[in-house]
């Protein structure tokens, strides 16, 4: 299974339209949206379980789509993985 990040998410996103949208190319594993924690929105930001050709479907479209008036930025999981900020 590969991760893939999603970026530039309106922050009415959800995951079950995130999961809708990514569905279209095949099966969602896992979703894990970044939510803000007192506002209870989407932060732009988000991460997707699907198999390997799946996935690299799902970038290859969807990738520049424009979904909620924002254009995603979509790819594989950088190598580094989870990465807190910079101090």
């Known amino acids: 299974m590969k991760r893939i990040f999603v970026g530039n998410l309106p922050s009415d996103a959800t995951e079950s339209t995130v999961t809708a949208l990514f569905s279209e ?6 979703i894990e949206l970044v939510i803000d924690m007192f506002s ?12 390997g050709h799946e996935a690299r479907a ?28 910079r101090r």
Do not use: D, P, T
Request: charged fraction near 20%.
């Open 25 to 30: 190319f095949g099966k969602v594993h896992s």
């Open 40 to 51: 209870g929105k989407c932060r732009g930001f988000g991460y997707i379980g699907m198999e």
């Open 58 to 85: 799902a970038i290859a479209k969807l990738s520049g789509f424009q979904f909620g008036g924002n254009m995603l930025r979509v790819g594989f999981e950088s190598a580094g993985g989870k990465q807190g900020r």
